[in-house]
């Protein structure tokens, strides 16, 4: 089936297209399974909902949140997810995507520290209860704009990715990479004073660590073999456990399918596009025993190459190539396959959004079913926060619900500050 826009009038016509595209979605008309409490690495969660980290363009140029960083947390923590995935925060000023990408520094430590106080103080007064928070501490390599302009770091040169361009490419030496590794100790120890619970070593949307999951033709010590390719990974790891102390933990959001045919995408079978979770899993197993990582952030795809693939379209000015619910339903089948592979660890689960009022349905379903044990939104959290405690009786208004425009990302890729340009349109425009 092709593309349709969004259609559904009730769970059973999404029941239905979901069945004639073969399509994983399980859905639960009864919303409580995300409203039960859960413990995470020694927090009691208060609910199953997370919102997703979400990049807002919105810093100083000094790396700090700026008044809109601290507007966007505080709709966020009113609203009372039980876990906020703190958007990317550069670990090194040549490595932000863009001029305005956050970037924790001892000089601005102290305004992560309120941010951090406000969120918690405002979520307490709302809602009774604090939420999990995760900082998400990111390399942007390929994507690297501090300046607004593109530097990109790379890996190795990915055809794919590069078709069509043609920028001042820096293929990272290895000792460029082992600076680049170290440099997680710092972050990692500035993240835990600024009062975050945990700290994600970015691995996804093919961000400098995703990238080096499938830099099978780079040479030497970073490339080929999956030792190699997942070195990065676990050295940024190792420098961030240096870091900290106590009950700080970390984790990742990770790329489990890049979509990118082999030898450029990682969790992809050798001579097809399906996805092939077997170094996917062996990696989040070696992670969970050697880091103790206390639950993992499942994601897919590129948002510059194949953004879809992350974030199921509705519809802007062209349509997408595949079916937004085929879309959604690679990904919870991508989730659950990890979750079912790893059932001791917590696997949280993306790309919710697409179905609107319908998509704590798809969480609950999920979570019921223990195809994962959170559900991160994104962009329905800068659309309708407020979805979090409506759900607790049942009735998600529709009128507010994120519309899958993608008119968010196309803020952030200009490099503006980006929010909800339908729902929140005081204040972003186009
Ligand atoms: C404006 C915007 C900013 C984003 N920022 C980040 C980010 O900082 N880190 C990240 O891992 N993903 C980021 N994403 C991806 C989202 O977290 C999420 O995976 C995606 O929107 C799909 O989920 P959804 O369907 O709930 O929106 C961003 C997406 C958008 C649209």
Request: charged share 20%; hydrophobic share 35%; proline share 7%.
């Amino acid at each position: 089936m092709h593309h349709e826009t969004f259609h559904y009038g009730d769970l059973a016509d999404v029941r239905a297209t979901a069945e004639a595209l073969h399509a994983f979605l399980p859905l639960s008309e009864d919303l409580s399974p995300l409203y039960q409490p859960m413990s995470l690495a020694g927090h009691i969660v208060n609910n199953h909902i997370a919102f997703q980290p979400m990049e807002g363009t919105d810093g100083t140029e000094a790396g700090a949140p700026g008044p809109l960083t601290i507007r966007r947390y505080q709709r966020f923590a009113k609203a009372g997810p039980g876990l906020i995935w703190f958007e990317a925060v550069a670990t090194v000023p040549e490595g932000r995507a863009s001029a305005h990408q956050l970037y924790l520094t001892e000089d601005n430590l102290d305004d992560f520290c309120r941010l951090n106080d406000q969120i918690r103080e405002t979520c307490l007064k709302e809602n009774g209860y604090v939420p999990v928070i995760v900082m998400q501490a990111t390399n942007s390599g390929r994507y690297s704009k501090p300046n607004g302009v593109p530097a990109p770091l790379i890996a190795y040169r990915c055809p794919p990715l590069e078709e069509g361009l043609d920028l001042p490419w820096k293929v990272l030496t290895d000792d460029d990479l082992r600076r680049y590794e170290a440099a997680f100790e710092q972050t990692a120890r500035l993240s835990q004073k600024a009062g975050f619970d945990g700290m994600d070593v970015k691995c996804c949307h093919r961000y400098l660590a995703c990238e080096l999951l499938s830099a099978y033709t780079r040479p030497g010590a970073y490339g080929g073999s999956y030792e190699n390719r997942t070195r990065f990974l676990k050295n940024a790891y190792r420098a961030a456990q240096a870091g900290v102390t106590g009950d700080f933990f970390l984790t990742s959001r990770l790329n489990v399918y890049d979509g990118f045919a082999y030898p450029y995408g990682f969790g992809v079978h050798e001579g097809s596009m399906e996805p092939d979770p077997q170094e996917p899993i062996r990696l989040i197993q070696e992670l969970r025993d050697e880091f103790h990582i206390p639950l993992i952030n499942v994601t897919m795809g590129n948002p510059y190459k194949n953004p879809h693939v992350n974030r199921p379209y509705d519809k802007g000015n062209y349509v997408p190539d595949e079916h937004p619910l085929t879309g959604v339903g690679r990904m919870m089948a991508g989730v659950s396959e990890i979750q079912a592979a790893i059932p001791d660890l917590p696997v949280m689960g993306s790309a919710f959004s697409y179905l609107r009022q319908f998509s704590p349905n798809l969480a609950a379903g999920m979570v019921k079913d223990g195809h994962c044990a959170l559900a991160g939104f994104g962009r329905m959290a800068f659309a309708d926060p407020d979805f979090v405690q409506e759900g607790r009786s049942g009735a998600i208004s529709k009128k507010n619900v994120c519309i899958s425009c993608g008119n968010c990302a196309v803020l952030l890729r200009s490099g503006t500050p980006a929010g909800c340009v339908v729902r929140d349109r005081e204040v972003y425009k186009l």
